[in-house]
T-cell receptor
Framework: GAVVSQHPSWVICKSGTSVKIECRSL??????MFWYRQFPKQSLMLMAT?????????EQGVEKDKFLINHASLTLSTLTVTSAHPEDSSFYIC????????????FGPGTRLTVL | AQKITQTQPGMFVQEKEAVTLDCTYD???????LFWYKQPSSGEMIFLIY??????QNATEGRYSLNFQKARKSANLVISASQLGDSAMYFC????????????FGQGTRLTINP
């Protein structure tokens, strides 16, 4: 159990377009979902935390208007990169939590975004 | 200030040898959790082991053990009898306080197991 999926697994888009990435908890209800960004050979950096039905909490330095997060249901969160530019090219990983227990955060397989 | 420090960018180990990956952390909280994750080239994050700040014994999970030295604020990962499939990036992470859900990751160590 506790499987998190992401779609798409990779995407290539033109500069200026918007890209939506989905994160789904397949067999549990996720009270909280997290979005991370990972540049090549670097660590994961938390972008935002989202709770179902409420606005996401963004980390310092992350542009809210550029990275739109919607957590519409207990099994789905979406990250939309608006007006993407080459510097947004990165590996985006979501994770989902169903409670407060220490090991209750499960990671998706990630989405590789390349902006041309 | 860096919350999680992994000082080894890369490690090379012979197959079947044990390997220790270093992790030090910085916190003023008494309640926190420490995690190790493995990230193979496919990109998925695989949870390996967890240590709570109040846990008196070092955590173990199969070939993985966590050498927790609270006074030194270190939480090193020990992999016994390394295998070729252990080659990956390894990240140490902290959750503080323990009731928070946010994870802060270290910079990672790339482990390569040589046959």
């Amino acid at each position: 159990g506790a499987v998190v999926s992401q779609h798409p697994s990779w995407v290539i888009c033109k500069s200026g377009t918007s890209v939506k990435i989905e994160c789904r908890s397949l067999d549990f209800q996720a009270t909280t979902m997290f979005w991370y960004r990972q540049f090549p050979k670097q660590s994961l950096m938390l972008m935002a935390t989202s709770n179902e039905g409420s606005k996401a909490t963004y980390e310092q330095g992350v542009e809210k208007d550029k990275f739109l997060i919607n957590h519409a249901s207990l099994t789905l969160s979406t990250l939309t990169v608006t007006s993407a530019h080459p510097e947004d090219s990165s590996f985006y990983i979501c994770s989902a939590s169903r409670g407060r227990s220490y090991n209750e955060q499960f990671f998706g397989p990630g989405t590789r975004l390349t902006v041309l | 200030a860096q919350k999680i420090t992994q000082t080894q960018p890369g490690m090379f180990v012979q197959e079947k040898e044990a390997v220790t990956l270093d992790c030090t952390y910085d916190t003023s909280d008494q309640s926190y959790g420490l995690f190790w994750y493995k990230q193979p080239s496919s990109g998925e994050m695989i949870f390996l082991i967890y240590q709570g700040s109040y846990d008196e014994q070092n955590a173990t999970e199969g070939r993985y053990s966590l050498n927790f030295q609270k006074a030194r604020k270190s939480a090193n990962l020990v992999i016994s009898a390394s295998q070729l499939g252990d080659s990956a990036m390894y990240f140490c992470a902290m959750r503080e306080p323990l009731t928070a859900q946010k994870l802060v990751f270290g910079q990672g160590t790339r482990l390569t197991i040589n046959p």
